[in-house]
Every structure is written in structure tokens, then in C-alpha cells.
């Protein structure tokens, strides 16, 4: 890794490791969400450009940008899927859909969720995981924020819990995150940092490990997958 890419101020920004963080974007619409293509040629990101916020792709080599989704909903929390072929995005009413990069084509993979966290991808592209409400019961709202793990294969769900009785943070931004490799996840408990060891299909291969003992969020890896970055407070940390 020797970039890190974040929104502030309505604009994206870039910075080298240890570098200061350049504009990328400078204009009256509102840019956020930027994630990273796997080769790290481009970044998908959402935009307000159109009228209503679309996912919008910038060749950081050139600066070209072209929109990528126009679905009457607004379309969030991109990420994009290892073999490079496909994004995964959130609308605003919580469902989960996927755009091939190429034609544009949308799918939508799981019902509207309430609240749900950002996505992340298998390492061999096949699940969709993330932070969602796992209710105690069928009569009330309440429960606890645990790993919901999504077959594309199928478009089975499931949901596992890596400690009994404890969220996996606030949902929004605090992981899971799956490593490039596929080994582990990096999560936010309890305010801190933690990596989780899973399987392929996301289920936990043994407890997880507190890396931090310091307010994280934001956590995102590597591509060499030795490396953690988050946000504690109001500073960068890897």
C-alpha cells in the first residue's frame, strides 16, 4: 500500500503514506465513498453529479470520469469485488446490489436490510459480507450487530457471531473487512480493533484477537494483507 484515498469537505483526497493529502475533486457536488480497484488504477465513489447520488469511476492515471449506476434510489458504500469484474453498493433503503464495471449492469443480491454496514468481498468474489442487525426475536428490533455472510452463488444468507452476546461495532464503517488473502477479518468490538481468522464463506475459524487498545474505525488492509489501517480519533494509523 503507499496510498490512502478518503472523502472530506465533499471532495475526495489522496495521500501518500506519510505524504500530505491532495484534492482530487474540487467542484459544487458532493463525492464520498471511494474505494479502491484491485489494481489500484481507479477509484469508485459516489456522487451527487446527476441529480441523485450515483456510483462514478475516475482512472487515477488519466482523470477521466464516466457514472457508472443511474437507479432512481441512491446508490453507497461501494466496494469492489478482487477479480476486478464487478462493484458491490448499498441503496438508501439498505438493499445490497452488485454493477458489472464494464456494461453497467445491475443486480440486486439481497432484500433491504435496516442500517446495514459497509460491504466487503471473499477473496475469490463468490460472498458478500457485512455488519446487519441480527434480531433477538420476532417480536421487537432489538438485537446485536453480528457478521451476515451472502452466497452469490445461491443468495443464501447467514449470520455469524464471533463472540456470543457482543455487536460487531456501530454497523456504518466498523468492518468486517476481508483481507485480500481470504484468511481473517478485521472488525471494530467494543471500540477497539480486532481480527477475526474465517473460512472462506466468512464463518469464524476461532476467536478473535484485540490488535488495539485505542479508538478504531475505518479499519481497511493491505493488498499484501499485513497491514491494517483505521482511524483513531482524528488521526491515520496502520
Do not use: C
Not at 85 to 93: P, V
Not at 167 to 189: E, Q
Amino acid at each position: 500500500a503507499s496510498q490512502v484515498a478518503f472523502a472530506a469537505l465533499g471532495d475526495l483526497w489522496v495521500m501518500a503514506l506519510e505524504g500530505l493529502p491532495r484534492r482530487v475533486t474540487n467542484d459544487r457536488f458532493v463525492e464520498m465513498d471511494p474505494a479502491w480497484s484491485p489494481d489500484g488504477s481507479h477509484l469508485v465513489f459516489s456522487s451527487d453529479r446527476d441529480g441523485t447520488i450515483d456510483l462514478w469511476l475516475r482512472n487515477m492515471n488519466t482523470g477521466q470520469e464516466r457514472a457508472l449506476t443511474h437507479l432512481p434510489a441512491a446508490e453507497i458504500a461501494a466496494a469492489w469485488a478482487p477479480d476486478g469484474t464487478r462493484i458491490a453498493f448499498l441503496t438508501d433503503a439498505g438493499a445490497i446490489h452488485t454493477v458489472e464495471v464494464e456494461s453497467g449492469e445491475t443486480r440486486k443480491v439481497h432484500d433491504a436490510l435496516s442500517r446495514p454496514g459497509h460491504l466487503t468481498w471473499s477473496s475469490d468474489s463468490r460472498v458478500i459480507a457485512l455488519s446487519a442487525l441480527q434480531p433477538s426475536s420476532t417480536r421487537f428490533r432489538e438485537g446485536t450487530n453480528q457478521i451476515l455472510a451472502i452466497s452469490l452463488e445461491d443468495g443464501s444468507d447467514r449470520y455469524f457471531v464471533p463472540v456470543p452476546h457482543r455487536s460487531v461495532g456501530t454497523r456504518s464503517t466498523d468492518g468486517p473487512v476481508w483481507s485480500p488473502d481470504g484468511d481473517k477479518m478485521a472488525l471494530v468490538m467494543n471500540g477497539t480493533l480486532w481480527v477475526l481468522p474465517v473460512k472462506p464463506t466468512g464463518e469464524p475459524m476461532g476467536p478473535p484477537v484485540e490488535l488495539t487498545r485505542e479508538a478504531a474505525d475505518s479499519p481497511s488492509w493491505s493488498r499484501d494483507s499485513r497491514e491494517i489501517l483505521f482511524q483513531s480519533n482524528d488521526r491515520l494509523k496502520i
